[in-house]
């Protein structure tokens, strides 16, 4: 119990510093005022300042934020305030939370890919089993067998054994085995499996799995790679959801931990790998145009750019404000549902 909570708090930790830490750091070298650096939301527990910033530990360690001066209403036209600089300074400056996040995802993907990890071999079809009294077992197949074609035609992988045999219910089919060094044919017709409700020729097929690791120059082209495919997924999981063809599935911070604690217990590589892809759903989020995001305030600023002069800060304040009332609920609904989850199990 202990272990987990500490794989939280540095899961916690990776995820939010680097996010307020890119704000930070392009806020200051712009000549932008940080009141404050912030790691966790609620009542400040511990703090200290150092310049002009004061840097606190709150208590819930679910979030964090950095005050920028001038960001709202009655602060704007103070010195070194975020609305006096120029409009490409502020875009850079929301931008630059979600930018680090991706930063964290890459590094932490190219970690994995440099310390190595069990890949299965999709292009080989090797039997695993062999049903007793199928159609496999009558012309003598066994565990270990590869197909290497199917009708004369070169498999690419288990899953164009199924394809091959799928296009072929009705007819015998020639398999072109490999045996310890020797190829040979035989001859098979797929037969009706009750089990699986399908025509089926009785093997199970189980991909050949192979340590693989790359080097430095490798795994950083590789993790970017990653990143930035998982970007494509998560879009296409997100249509997906709103068109109706993918249930909506949300996890709050408990079901979070739950995932953190299950991946730790199966090694470093699955642990760096979900903070790597946290890292990814955390940092693009972010710039989704919701009210209180990176994103919302970006829309704000895109709008001033459009018409060529700020809107009333007070307004946008109060949207940001409704935003904000609606994520927590959001977040507050989710993690009871997670907490049922939890207590169901």
Known sequence: MITTIIFVLVTFILLIIPHELGHFLLAKSFGMQVDRFSFGMGPKL????????????????VGGFVKIRGMQSDERNLPGSFYEKPLRN??????SG????????????????MIGFHAYNMEEAVINEVKVGSPAALVSLLAGDKILAINGEEIEGWEGVSVAIKENIENDLKLTIQREGRVFDVQIKPAF?????????GVTIT????FVRYNFV???LKGSERVFSLTGAIFSALGGMIIGRVPAQFTGPV???????????????????LIAFLSVNLGLFNLFPIPALDGGRLLFLLIEGVRGKPLDLKKEELVHYIGFIILFSLLFLVTYQDILRWVGR
Do not use: H, W
């Open 46 to 61: 511990i703090g200290f300042k150092r310049g002009q910033t004061e840097y606190t530990l709150c208590l819930i360690p």
């Open 255 to 273: 079901g979070i931990a739950q995932f953190i604690g299950e991946s730790a217990k199966m090694g470093m590589v699955p642990l760096l790998s």
């Open 90 to 95: 502020r875009i850079l400056v929301l931008l």
């Open 193 to 201: 499996d009750p089990q699986l409700d399908k025509m089926a020729i």
């Open 218 to 220: 490798d795994s950083l």
């Open 207 to 210: 991909p050949s799995s192979t």
């Open 98 to 113: 979600s930018a680090m996040n991706y930063l964290v995802a890459i590094i932490l993907f190219s970690v994995v890919f």
